[in-house]
């Protein structure tokens, strides 16, 4: 079975710095999809970036960006000039092509300190 | 604002009692899926329904059920309901039945079991 993995359990970082939050996942599957999901307090679950597995290329939104280590199970995000509003718990996600579901890691609450 | 949107947002119920809730997928989604967000589990899979069928089931209780009408809006029904069934249920649409590159979240419905 897949499973995703979040190290850490928490994580803070200072107002304009950079944070990089880790995740490793487990499958013998060569075609999948990687996501990173944010839940503010409002509890909504927002994409904020996805990978897709064939694409050797890290995928990066604005200040979000992958380190995706296809090799190594290894998917990192890192947000760059961290803002207030990026305070959230984060989480990871694994998805099987064809898949039906997301499968999730435990997430990282991310602390942005003023 | 995802598009998916889920009522009640919060649901206060006593043990043994039994509960619905509701979701309306975005407009043009035919997929939706349900997942249950606990303290103890985390963010699990618990079935899809695609265009009124059910597609994929994950880790559903035999005490929940679910239905996609017509109109394509979704129904999770939890009976019987115990205290450990308190979490946030996420209800999620994509407009295709596999590969979850577009799924969008709501808000979720908070439930409380006494």
């Known amino acids: 079975a897949q499973t995703v993995t979040q190290s850490q359990p928490e994580m803070s970082v200072q107002e304009a710095e950079t944070v990089t939050l880790s995740c490793t996942y487990d499958?013998?599957?060569?075609?999948?999809?990687l996501f990173w999901y944010k839940q503010p307090p409002s509890r909504q679950m927002i994409l904020v970036i996805r990978?897709?597995?064939?694409?050797?290329q890290n995928a990066t939104e604005n200040r979000f960006s992958v380190n995706f280590q296809k090799a190594a199970k290894s998917f990192s995000l890192k947000i760059s000039d961290s803002q207030l509003g990026d305070a959230a718990m984060y989480f990871c996600a694994y998805s099987l092509q064809g898949a039906q579901k997301l499968v999730f890691g435990q997430g990282t609450r991310l602390t942005i300190n003023p | 604002d995802s598009g998916v949107t889920q009522t009640p947002k919060h649901l206060i119920t006593a043990t043994g009692q039994r509960v619905t809730l509701r979701c309306s997928p975005r407009?043009?989604?035919?997929?939706v899926y349900w997942y249950q967000q606990s303290l103890d589990q985390g963010l699990q899979f618990l079935i899809q329904y695609y265009n009124g069928e059910e597609r994929a089931k994950g880790n559903i209780l035999e005490r929940f059920s679910a239905q996609q009408f017509p109109d394509l809006h979704s129904e999770l029904n939890l009976s019987s309901l115990e205290l450990g069934d308190s979490a946030l249920y996420f209800c999620?649409?994509?407009?295709?039945?596999?590969?979850?590159?577009?799924?969008?979240f709501g808000q979720g419905t908070r439930l409380t079991v006494v």
């Open positions: 990978q897709e597995a064939y694409k050797q």
């Open positions: 407009s043009g989604d035919l997929s």
């Open positions: 999620a649409s994509s407009p295709i039945p596999t590969g979850l590159t577009e799924a969008f």
């Open positions: 499958t013998s599957e060569s075609d999948y999809y």
